[in-house]
């Protein structure tokens, strides 16, 4: 579809206003010195620079296509001077006002455009961002309006059978982790966003929407918007079927002609007038109504279970308005008819039973009602009831890559992490119409319990594929730390160095500017929003700073950062106790416990003899170094404990693996007798076993989460957590193939490690 080109002369004065263009260069620039971090006095704003310049436009939104101006020029200067690190934070910025602004001038769409595919020559991540855009400028162009039309349709599952996709932002915390001031604080907040829209308002916001960028100067819309307010709802909802159902057939149909889909619009828009008895120039003298992009649909939750984010996607699937409620949540499961990879990991080919057909398919051949037809005859042309047909390998590849957090092929190998978006496609690719956002705040340990409650769903969902069907799942990331600390370090077993109770966000911080500027600015801003006396601007929908930042987070945050999820085996001191198993994504902290000194073999010690803290072990672990070599070494020493990092402390040492640091005891003799020292040893590893050459035991804490400690533990096993869907059909190959620990089947094409995505706005920049 041809859209004739137009250069749009809006005649509000803010285009045309120096001051205003002078005021948004300020703030430009004041956002990119920012980043770059050069003035002290940037610290404490940082956050708020970029909030405040969208909520300028937010008040004068006919000011948007003036940012848009000087946000491509910026730019196009960052890439002629070589300031990569200031492109995709003014990309992301010029692309939120672009979908919120009306009346962008063409040529303004081509020289972003032009831009979006220059950086198709460059590395990741600035390659898929800017074809991400390239293909969402492209079709803005082509109907303009649509992605804003998506966007509110989607976030606030507008029903419609043109575009029937939804999206909800799920907020996940855990009450043990954050006070009741702060959670009261962000309930209260996402609740006075949720009460300021509604379905009615949304849709008319679409309706004003899409007729003021289709038919642009040719339409009274404070006409129309006093029209619309005044209609009831089931106009509104036709009307806004109307106005979909003809932007996603323009949008869709490339040999559509531009004309006949503003005619489509004019046609509606005609309608909806031929009842008004207003003044038209009157009102057509003010001027175009904005018209606000609403927060995303957000619900809060307080989570302490790790079954909670299953139920409430299965929820958000299958809501209680469709006759879902939770008591039935495990019928609902049960009744589900994709193939059932249930628990006795049986071959995939099972036994088939076939009858005879005496149907031809054609329906000629069959005899009419009129014809008498002997009961015999009848009876045989009744079709039997089907066997249940069992989903194909393609089908059932398809359905575990696109629930794996990893490619759809086999990983590499290598040690460097993954990020940014899939390469390779599902080889049968799904229509999943549903989209969860699931972002969670706290510190490290809320992480903790978030790599435990994602390894539950994907070992459920990899017996019987529920959620990955039908569901895309992202995980958002919004640290929060309040300055006193929770009443669990003070606890007997709780760890003495929490130097950094927030590394995963401190990492990503470090890879990507963006969000270190908008996000982890969020870790101290929320407890001190939560302790300022309750406003009536606080709580009013312009002043959610909280919300804004979280819905700028979840729109653009599209580039995920893949994080190792470990396994750990414990075995305990009492052997009548099976060995427990969990998981952890950041830290594992092994301290030796204290011994009693009651023993008898204390007491006939010599006293001049020195005591030696610590305990013999025995570490049996796989060595990696950068050339991606694994050696597989055993050790004997005495030591106090060890602490095993998944995150990597700076981002030049970014490698895959377990950087442990021992505490180890060294005798050493001096002039006065025997001593000893602590060396601490930092070794590289995949895989690690430890087992304790004594009767001493140690206490291992995971995560640095007290309520994950674990007491009289005399040996640990800890490892790459597997894919549950890799394992699953590895077991199953097993049965069929006796081809020892080689890949057969599916489980060649399926990743081998469990990977947490967590969603950032550039990924990694190298």
Known sequence: MEKPTTTFSGSSPAVENPEVESDFLRNVHALLRELDGHHPAFQREQGMLRWTLHKKIDRNLSSGALLIKILVKELERAERCGNRQYIIPLLHSLMYTLVKAPGIPDDLYE?????????????????????????????????PGILYQRLVSAEQALKNDSFPYQEKVFMLTDPDLLSEAVCRAIATEVKAAQTSQCPRSCMIYVIEHALQEGIKEHGDFRTLQAMLQSEPLDVIEDCFQKVVAAMEHAGRDMNAEYHQYVEELEKIYGTLLTTSKKDEEGAAAEGSPGIPLPNPSISFHLSTDEAQLWNELVLFLCPQSQSCEENSLGEVLESFEI??????????????????????????????????????????????????KRASALDCLSLLQAGSSG???????????????????????????????????????????????????????????????????????????????????????????????????AYLGRVDPWYESNVNTLCHMIPKLATMPSTPSKTSVSELFIVDVIAYYVRLGSQPVYFQVYTVKLFFKNEGLEPAEDVFLIELHVTLEECDPSRDHLLMKKKTMIELPGADVTLVYK????????????????????????????????????????????????????????????????????????????????????????????????????????????????????SGDEDVGLAKYLPTSLLLPINTFAGIIQ
């Open 111 to 143: 020289r972003v455009y032009d831009f979006c595919k220059k950086l198709l020559t460059l590395p990741k991540p600035y390659c898929s961002i800017g074809l991400h855009y390239a293909q969402q400028l492209k079709l803005e162009r082509r109907v």
């Open 339 to 388: 193939q059932d990879m249930g628990p006795d990991y049986d071959s995939c080919e099972q036994a088939r039973f076939s009858m005879l057909s005496t149907d031809s398919g054609i329906e000629r051949d069959l005899p009419t009602p009129e014809e008498d037809v002997p009961e015999a005859e009848h009876s045989r042309l009744q079709r039997k009831g089907g066997i249940k």
């Open 407 to 505: 490619q759809g092929a086999k990983p590499d190998g290598k040690l460097h992490r993954k990020w940014g978006g899939s390469v390779m496609e599902p080889i049968a690719q799904m229509k999943r119409l549903h989209t969860a956002r699931v972002l969670v705040l706290g510190d490290d340990r809320v992480l903790g319990r978030l790599a435990q409650a994602y390894y539950s769903l994907r070992k459920r969902d990899s017996r019987r594929a529920y959620l990955t069907s039908r569901l895309k799942v992202h995980f958002y990331y919004v640290p929060v730390m309040e300055e006193q600390p929770s009443s669990c370090s003070t606890e007997e077993y709780a760890l003495t160095d929490l130097t950094e109770p927030c590394e995963l966000a």
């Open 623 to 738: 060595k990696v170094s950068l050339s991606n070599r694994e050696k597989e070494e055993i050790a004997s020493l005495r030591t106090t404990g060890l602490v095993m990092k998944a995150i990597p402390s700076n981002e030049t040492e970014d490698l895959v693996c377990l950087n442990v640091s021992i505490a180890e005891i060294v005798k050493t003799a001096n002039l006065s007798g025997r001593s000893y020292s602590v060396v601490t040893n930092k070794i590289r590893m995949r895989s690690i076993k430890m087992q304790s050459s004594e009767r001493r035991s140690f206490t291992v804490c995971l995560d640095k989460d007290s309520r994950r400690v674990y007491k009289n533990v005399t040996g640990i096993e800890v490892s790459p957590c597997l894919e549950p869907s890799y394992c699953l059909q590895k077991a199953r190959a097993r049965q069929t193939h006796l």
